[in-house]
């Protein structure tokens, strides 16, 4: 184990230490970093928006991965060799992913970390595949899990999890059943509808007005009039942080009283800021990440993440962090190899990572809960604690 005070429980199974040979000559995606010999730098692809819409998830995902990096590296590195981190913007765009996919195949990456947009991932997730590259992305569509990809792992919870556990707040807990839908269709969007929606039905819930939007839409004041006259207890939102935040704005200003919920967009500084205070006030967020407060461990993260960057930490970060440790652990174990080798040892890896107990199964999720909090004040204020 690396020294390090941001570390926390983290072990690997006997039987994967025995993966530390490496061959002479290596397939695609089992380079041992820069070259054969296993002496130069392992070579690791970071791929997330740093332009473009989506380019502050992107550039949150970069920090928590360079973050975790950098500190390995200061420690000494993978058996004595550092860790190459290479950025590639993909700009949020699944034609530029499937570029760098092969770009990436070719280039003697071990690993690739990102992206944090489900339909990119889901673009490059055959390149890597065939070429053998094991990828841990920060995506939450449930397509991602249905391509049980032995290649592909999930660094936090799909929508099903965020989902099933916020239907079950608000429906059980709080007793709310005149709910109303709007989310958009891209990869994402559809994702928590779909989830959002299945969850509802197995409560015998139907919603009372289920709208759909496009992904880039600014004005949602037509589905907006349509779920006010519903008059709905709830208003579930599927969307990006900044599309979330407009649609919560211009919901308020139209009248809808209901209570907004959503997943981690929703606890997003962009999402609180599109939206303004008042327009946030309330609202129930489901996340495996609620606060920088949680435990010695995120505030270990959180004091780190702001002296590197001058800035709070968030969600976002927390689990590309994770995802980071995760793949780090596995290149131990298998002496900086890649290929079928490093994919064996992160599924046999058992992480106490800063969202949870990472524990990865056949189609690459490693972790299956989220908890429950509500905004107060421009603040998530967990559920237990409200």
């Known amino acids: 184990m690396f020294p390090s005070p941001l570390h926390r429980i983290l072990t690997a199974p006997a039987a994967v230490l025995s993966l530390l040979v490496l061959t002479s000559c290596s397939a695609p995606g089992e380079q041992a970093g820069?070259?054969?010999?296993?002496?130069?730098?392992?070579?690791?692809?970071?791929?997330?928006?740093?332009?473009?819409?989506?380019?502050?998830?992107?550039?949150w995902e970069n920090k928590g991965v360079k973050l975790a990096i950098d500190e390995v590296n200061k420690s000494g590195g993978i058996n004595g060799r550092q860790v190459q981190l290479d950025l590639f913007d993909d700009q949020g765009d699944p034609t530029v992913g499937t570029n760098l996919g092969r770009k990436i195949a070719d280039g003697g990456y071990v690993a690739m970390l990102g992206t944090a947009e489900s339909a990119v991932t889901l673009a490059m997730a055959p390149i890597l595949k065939d070429a053998k590259i094991p990828n841990i992305t920060s995506g939450q569509s449930p397509k991602l899990a249905g391509l049980k990809s032995p290649f592909l792992f999930l660094n936090a919870p799909t929508s099903v999890t965020y989902d099933e556990t916020l239907a079950k707040y608000l429906v059980e807990t709080k007793g709310l059943k005149k709910i109303a839908l709007i989310s958009n269709n891209g990869t994402y969007g559809t994702g928590e509808h779909d989830a959002f929606l299945a969850s509802l039905k197995t409560r015998g819930v139907t919603p009372l007005a289920d709208e759909v939007v496009t992904p880039d839409q600014k004005d949602f004041s037509a589905a907006l009039t349509g779920?006010?006259?519903?008059?709905?207890?709830?208003?579930?939102?599927?969307?990006?942080?900044?599309?979330?935040?407009?649609?919560?704005?211009?919901?308020?200003?139209?009248?809808?009283?209901?209570?907004?919920?959503?997943?981690?967009?929703?606890?997003?500084?962009?999402?609180?800021?599109?939206?303004?205070?008042?327009?946030?006030?309330?609202?129930?967020?489901?996340?495996?990440?609620?606060?920088?407060?949680?435990?010695?461990?995120?505030?270990?993260?959180?004091?780190?993440?702001?002296?590197?960057?001058?800035?709070?930490?968030?969600?976002?970060?927390?689990?590309?962090?994770?995802?980071?440790?995760?793949?780090?652990?596995?290149?131990?174990?298998?002496?900086?190899?890649?290929?079928?080798?490093?994919?064996?040892?992160?599924?046999?890896?058992?992480?106490?990572?800063?969202?949870?107990?990472?524990?990865?199964?056949?189609?690459?999720?490693?972790?299956?809960?989220?908890?429950?909090?509500?905004?107060k004040s421009g603040e998530l204020v967990p559920e237990t604690a409200s």
């Open 34 to 59: 820069a070259g054969e010999s296993g002496t130069g730098p392992i070579k690791v692809a970071n791929v997330n928006a740093q332009s473009g819409q989506l380019s502050s998830l992107g550039k």
């Open 227 to 375: 779920i006010r006259d519903k008059e709905p207890e709830v208003l579930f939102i599927g969307a990006e942080e900044v599309e979330s935040g407009l649609i919560a704005k211009q919901a308020r200003e139209l009248g809808v009283k209901a209570v907004l919920a959503g997943g981690a967009p929703m606890g997003t500084e962009p999402y609180l800021t599109t939206a303004g205070q008042d327009a946030t006030e309330g609202a129930v967020v489901s996340s495996p990440y609620l606060t920088n407060d949680a435990t010695e461990a995120t505030r270990a993260f959180a004091a780190a993440y702001k002296t590197a960057y001058g800035e709070e930490a968030e969600v976002h970060g927390a689990k590309a962090y994770d995802g980071a440790r995760i793949l780090v652990e596995a290149l131990k174990a298998t002496g900086g190899a890649g290929g079928q080798k490093l994919a064996d040892a992160i599924r046999a890896t058992k992480y106490a990572g800063l969202l949870g107990d990472f524990a990865y199964d056949e189609s690459g999720v490693g972790i299956h809960a989220t908890q429950i909090a509500v905004i």
